[in-house]
């Protein structure tokens, strides 16, 4: 067997098919548009974005460990037999899936505006 990428081995496109689906951005001069301001705007755009989110998701994850390792708040009963530590566990579980679909909700509309600057970009604006 053969060293190599076990992803591209054997899946070469011929180049037949290839000159029949043109590529469209292969005429895009990617350092202009990674120089244009529309495209610097969308990157800060993008850090404030994941920054903050990014920052949220560290503090909350790593509180809990922190919390239950070094202080005994988590400890008291909340529900019943149901402590705190119980419940900031499940809180951990919902964060992640709201966090992930706000991510994902706001990055297509991050993929839809760094198309429309590549769109702009391979017309000559």
Known sequence: MKVGSVYTEGQAVPKEERQKA?????DV???????????RTLLEKKKKFVLPLTIFFMVFYFALPILTSYTNV???PAIGDISWAWIYA???FIMTWV????????F????????????????GG
């Not at 043109?22 to 292969?26: E, F, Q, T």
């Not at 001069?29 to 529309?38: I, M, P, W, Y």
């Not at 297509?108 to 017309?123: G, L, P, R, S």
């Open 22 to 26: 043109p590529d469209r951005k292969a």
């Open 29 to 39: 001069d990617f350092v202009r548009v990674a120089e244009s301001s529309r495209f």
């Open 74 to 76: 988590l400890e008291r």
């Open 90 to 92: 499940v809180a951990q």
């Open 99 to 106: 966090l992930c679909t706000v991510y994902v909700r706001k």
């Open 108 to 123: 297509h509309k991050f993929d839809k505006d760094a198309d429309e600057i590549i769109e702009t970009e391979i017309k």
